[in-house]
């Protein structure tokens, strides 16, 4: 079964400055994806980034980036020049195309950044 | 907004009752999924639809049940409701198969008493 480790419960960071937020996975698949996604107060659900497996170029937007680390099975998330608006719940998860991209994403337990002004 | 659209927003209920949850997936998008976040247990995905037929199960307990429409619309059924299953139920949706970048609804809280 797929698993996705969330190490770091909480996480605070000052405002500006660069966090990174760690998750480990386990598969038996050698292709499929990882996201992470970003749950304000609001609980709406956010898809901050994503990640193929098969790319070696890590992903990023704007102000967030991973490094993906394929053979340690890594995937953490880097949010350079901290804002207000990142204070969230963060959420690894992966997926696994096998069967047409039939299975549902499986999620970590989250880790809750704090933003301090 | 992603353009997922869930009703109600929120529901509670009585054990034992039984209750129906909506979801619209964005336009064009043709599979759904449901999700359930509680503090026991987290985000767990549950089940899948994709164009009208049952694509995958996940930790979906027999008590719940789930269907989508020619519409393209999707219900999730939870009957001989518990106390445990009090959370947020999410609906997402992505364009197909093979493409996994799945937008979330703004979830549906049920709250069993």
């Known amino acids: 079964a797929q698993t996705v480790t969330q190490s770091q419960p909480e996480m605070s960071v000052q405002e500006a400055e660069t966090v990174t937020l760690s998750c480990t996975y386990d598969?038996?698949?050698?292709?499929?994806?990882l996201f992470w996604y970003k749950q304000p107060p609001s609980r709406q659900m956010i898809l901050v980034i994503r990640?193929?497996?098969?790319?070696?170029q890590n992903a990023t937007e704007n102000r967030f980036s991973v490094n993906f680390q394929k053979a340690a099975k890594s995937f953490s998330l880097k949010i350079s020049d901290s804002q207000l608006g990142d204070a969230a719940m963060y959420f690894c998860?992966?997926?696994?195309?096998?069967?047409?991209?039939?299975?549902?994403?499986?999620f970590g337990k989250g880790t809750h950044l704090i933003i301090q002004p | 907004d992603s353009g997922v659209t869930q009703t109600p927003k929120h529901l509670i209920t009585a054990t034992g009752q039984r209750v129906t949850l909506r979801c619209s997936p964005r336009?064009?998008?043709?599979?759904v999924y449901w999700y359930q976040q509680s503090l026991d247990q987290g985000l767990q995905f549950l089940i899948q639809?994709?164009?009208?037929?049952?694509?995958a199960k996940g930790n979906i307990l027999e008590r719940f049940s789930a269907q989508q429409f020619p519409d393209l619309h999707s219900e999730l059924n939870l009957s001989s409701l518990e106390l445990g299953d009090s959370a947020l139920y999410f609906c997402?949706?992505?364009?197909?198969?093979?493409?996994?970048?799945?937008?979330f609804g703004p979830g549906t809280r049920l709250t069993v008493l």
């Open positions: 639809y994709y164009n009208g037929e049952e694509r």
């Open positions: 998860a992966h997926a696994d195309p096998s069967g047409g991209g039939a299975d549902g994403l499986t």
């Open positions: 336009s064009g998008d043709l599979s």
């Open positions: 598969t038996s698949e050698s292709d499929y994806y």
């Open positions: 997402a949706s992505s364009a197909g198969t093979g493409i996994h970048e799945q937008f």
């Open positions: 990640q193929e497996a098969y790319k070696q």
